[in-house]
Each structure stands twice: as structure tokens, then as C-alpha cells.
């Protein structure tokens, strides 16, 4: 069984950072396409950043040079750093994953193990 538990948020003032852990159990990270996704009140789930099993990573332009994905196999665990953050920043942060047939940016619907969520909030 695919499990995901996800770690690391909290309330951070505008330009603070926070790295999010996603713990896998059941499953190799390596061998699977890894996504984090955020979803905000009244707003779609996005995508903010994600991995393949080959190790490239997809981060799109409204977090790009802020956020960065990474992988740590011998922890079994996939990271995300967020530095500069912004109030639009806010939201509830998952991680989620998918066979590595896919690419990992081809969207949340190919994802079919989700975590639990962690809430981020950057306010002043």
C-alpha cells in the first residue's frame, strides 16, 4: 500500500522560507513520478514542482527560482524548499504519486496516491 505523509508547513511572514517533507512508505520514490501540488481556498489544485524516476525535475514559472524539488532515496523522501514566499503562496501543500510512465507535469490527474496535506501560511 502507497503512503504519503507530508510535513513541514506552518505561518511564515512574506520572504520566509519553509522546507515540506514527503515521507513514502510502501513504495521507492526513485521508481515513481512525484508531484507537489497546492490548493488554496475558492482555487484548482496546481502543480508547484515535480520529479521523475530519472531525477529531472518540472517547476513552472509562477514559483520557478523560488522552489525546488528534491529527492533523498535513502530517507525514502522527497523535499520541497520554498524561499521568498508570498501571501498568494498560501494554501493547503500535497504530495502525490504516479507510475513512472508518465511525466510528472502532465497534471494531477495521473496521480493516483495522494497525501493528507499540509497547510502553509504566509501573512504579516
Known amino acids: 500500500q502507497l503512503q504519503l505523509v507530508e510535513s513541514g508547513g506552518g505561518s511564515v511572514q512574506p520572504g520566509g522560507s519553509l522546507r515540506l517533507s514527503c515521507a513514502a512508505s510502501g513504495f521507492a520514490v526513485e521508481h515513481y513520478s512525484i508531484g507537489w501540488f497546492r490548493q488554496a481556498p475558492g482555487k484548482e489544485r496546481e502543480g508547484v514542482s515535480c520529479?521523475?524516476?530519472?531525477?529531472?525535475?518540472n517547476t513552472p514559472a509562477a514559483v520557478k527560482g523560488r522552489f525546488t524539488i528534491s529527492r533523498d532515496s535513502a530517507k525514502n523522501t522527497v523535499y520541497l524548499q520554498m524561499n521568498s514566499l508570498k501571501p498568494e503562496d498560501t494554501g493547503v501543500y500535497y504530495c502525490?504519486?504516479?507510475?513512472?510512465?508518465?511525466?510528472?507535469?502532465?497534471?494531477?490527474?495521473?496521480?493516483?496516491?495522494w497525501g493528507q496535506g499540509t497547510q502553509v501560511t504566509v501573512s504579516s
Open positions: 520529479i521523475n524516476s530519472g531525477g529531472s525535475t
Open positions: 502525490a504519486a504516479a507510475s513512472p510512465k508518465y511525466v510528472c507535469y502532465s497534471g494531477p490527474a495521473i496521480y493516483d496516491s
